[in-house]
């Protein structure tokens, strides 16, 4: 027993310098994939993210909710399409993608977060207009598909000010009050930038940026952004993980600090990210 609380202690104290360099830190995560669905995974993010607050760390929330939608759209008969990885998202699609992100998916996650100790309080891009869109395809072929245009930060600001955890779904609201569909991912890094934020943590259900997909082991640990095309080039960064690469090197082009992706299928991936000398994941750097 003695032994055990020896390590513990040992545990605390490796993370001692990471806790004094991102003690009132801002840290934006985008919470999505396995880590969404299962139930133990689900309840080590929510312990992650409200730990980070009680040691002084500013965590910011933004979440997908891919699956649950599919699931909605079966139920209700409506057809899902995709183009280039977006969900093509017509009038009807939008109310469904609105009620399930902004309703049921936010609200579950804040109120995991409230039962783990934190506080949090669940926005929409709506909210506060937090985040201005407008369409992601100029020409309409995405339908009401949108790109950020603008991040109302002061909204966040008030929140962390005042210690709550914001938990933010990816709907974005033009001058017109017209409701958008907006890529999680690109949320996340416009909400990075905008906060001047020191990390932005991507979670996915892959260990990171691969030199060889069927090779676990083969983890690129740092990615340069300086290196980035060349791994576009030989299809090292290929199919879903392009978009993912793409928000962090404008995160980090935009001031971010660092950014990370890392895999949510692992039990508590972001303390271990953050927290410990090796880390997990690739991370992306502005070299």
Do not use: W
């Not at 399930?100 to 909210?127: F, P, T």
């Not at 928000?247 to 980090?252: L, R």
Request: glycine share 12%.
């Amino acid at each position: 027993m003695f032994s055990s609380a020896m390590e513990k202690a040992e545990i605390l104290v490796e993370a001692l310098p990471y806790i004094k360099d991102f003690y009132g830190k801002r840290v934006v995560i985008k919470y999505g994939g396995a880590a969404m669905i299962d139930c133990e995974l689900k309840k080590k993010v929510m312990q992650d993210i409200v730990l980070m607050k009680y040691v002084g760390m500013h965590p910011i929330v933004v979440h997908g909710g891919g699956p649950e939608i599919n699931t909605l759209l079966t139920r209700l008969g409506i057809k899902s399409e995709f183009k280039n990885g977006l969900r093509i998202t017509d009038a009807e699609t939008m109310e469904v993608v609105e009620m399930v992100l902004g309703g049921k998916v936010n609200k579950e996650i804040v109120s995991g977060i409230n039962a783990m100790g934190g506080k949090a309080i669940g926005l929409s891009g709506k909210d506060g207009n937090l985040l201005q869109a407008t369409l992601a395809a100029a020409d309409g072929s995405l339908g009401f598909v949108g790109a950020v245009q603008k991040v109302n930060a002061q909204v966040i600001e008030t929140l962390i000010e005042n210690g709550y955890i914001p938990v933010i779904a990816p709907i974005g609201v033009d001058e017109e009050r017209q409701s958008y569909n907006i890529n999680a991912d690109l949320v996340a890094a416009a909400i990075a930038v905008e906060l001047n934020a020191d990390k932005l943590v991507l979670l996915t259900d892959v260990p990171g940026l691969l030199n060889d997909p069927q090779d676990p082991e083969s983890l690129i640990s740092i990615l340069k952004v300086s290196q980035v095309q060349d791994y576009i080039g030989r299809g090292v960064i290929a199919g879903g993980m392009i978009p993912k690469v793409q928000c962090c090197m404008e995160s980090v082009t935009g001031g971010v600090g660092r950014t990370h992706i890392i895999d949510g299928r692992i039990p508590h991936a972001i303390l271990l990210e953050i927290f410990t000398r090796e880390g997990v994941g690739t991370m992306v750097i502005n070299e």
